[in-house]
Nanobody, 120 residues
């Protein structure tokens, strides 16, 4: 069955970096549109970055030039490199996958369980 498992979250000081990973199983990630979302306490879930089949990427304005989304097709893994982290980046980060190109909109078919990122 389809499964997405995130890892790489943690606590970091402002200005630091983290790399999140999302291992996909039960499907070929290269055949799906994939994205990272986040949800901070008391706030709605928001799209952070998305990648399509050709490797084209889309970023939320708040993370543009600081975050980089990428995928390793051989490892069936999605990544999110986060640099210059700010306290407002604190959230649970989720990866998502869908056959349709949803970019940063919701409605993805498959979701991981999330990984906590805390920036102080």
């Amino acid at each position: 069955h389809v499964q997405l498992v995130e890892s790489g979250g943690g606590s970091v000081q402002a200005g630091g970096s983290l790399r999140l990973s999302c291992v996909a199983s039960g499907f070929s990630a290269s055949e799906y549109y994939m994205a990272w979302f986040r949800q901070a306490p008391g706030k709605e879930r928001e799209g952070v970055a998305a990648i399509d089949h050709a490797g084209n990427t889309t970023y939320a304005y708040s993370v543009k030039d600081r975050f980089t989304i990428s995928r390793d097709s051989a490892a069936n893994t999605l990544y999110l490199q986060m640099n210059s982290l700010k306290p407002e980046d604190t959230a649970i980060y989720f990866c998502a996958a869908d056959r349709c190109n949803r970019q940063l909109a919701g409605g993805y078919s498959y979701w991981g369980q999330g990984t906590q990122v805390t920036v102080s």
